[in-house]
């Protein structure tokens, strides 16, 4: 009777390990990518999370990181540049998966109080499932309250699309690879990169002067504003 009991603990302890071993192999990290868009202060603008300095050296206007992990779950993540009003987030990182966040100035008003001021904002864009093919998303924190820029097809055809600020525009490109050619009105946008399918982001910001700028950079899945 003994030896039955003895065989059928070992095989239940069998049956536990597969899950078991899964579960040690799982990974405990995502991530947290920069683009940065505060035009309004002085010098670089530095990055903290939960309390610690991500690069001493800060980030220039249009700089964008690739994704700094960091473990599973809750953090806060500051942002400060001298003439402006330090901005904050709350991030919630998931396994795997990337959480964009997008620092730009907005113009408090003056009150009796207080004269007016820039303080930093913070526009957090989540990652969503893959999608096929290659997709150009849209993003704006441009002061206009909406932009349309204009991306052109191989043939040479120029398709219209309008980017709300603070919102996300999807749009499918049509070159399988090489520069794609990106402008709204007059003014020439950084041509978007693309090689293999995925998704292409192009950030819509406004430089120190407010002449409208892009930023481009890759991301492996579609995007969505948070």
């Known amino acids: ?9 070992i095989t239940l302890l069998l049956a536990l390990l597969p899950p078991l071993v899964l579960a040690e192999g799982e ?17 670089a603008l530095t990055m903290q999370i939960d309390g610690k ?20 779950g809750s953090h806060t993540v500051k942002f400060l540049r001298e003439g402006t009003e330090d901005g904050n987030t709350k991030v919630t990182v998931a396994a795997n998966e ?12 003056a009150t009796d109080a207080k004269p007016a001021y820039w303080a930093i904002r913070v526009l957090r864009l ?26 052109r097809e191989p043939e040479g055809k120029w398709n219209s699309y309008f ?30 990169p693309v090689a293999s399918e995925g998704n292409y982001v192009m950030l819509l910001y406004d430089d120190e ?6 930023l481009n950079f890759r991301d492996r899945k579609f995007l969505s504003a948070d």
């Open 209 to 214: 002067n407010g002449k409208l700028k892009s």
């Open 53 to 72: 300095s991500v690069n001493d050296d800060g980030y220039k206007l249009g700089d964008s990181t690739g994704g700094i992990k960091v473990p599973v």
């Open 98 to 109: 990337t959480t964009i966040l997008i620092p730009f100035a907005e113009k408090v008003p």
């Open 1 to 9: 009777m003994k030896t039955i009991f003895n065989s059928l603990k």
């Open 126 to 151: 989540k990652q969503r499932d893959t999608e096929q093919g290659r997709s150009a998303t849209f993003v704006s924190v441009s002061q206009n309250p909406e932009i349309k820029v204009e991306m």
């Open 163 to 192: 980017v709300k600020r603070l919102a996300v525009t999807q749009a499918p490109i049509l070159y399988p690879r090489g520069y794609v050619p990106v402008k709204c009105g007059a003014v020439e946008l950084q041509p978007i």
């Open 27 to 43: 990974s405990k990290h995502g991530f947290i990518r920069l683009a940065d868009s505060v035009a309004p202060g002085v010098g």
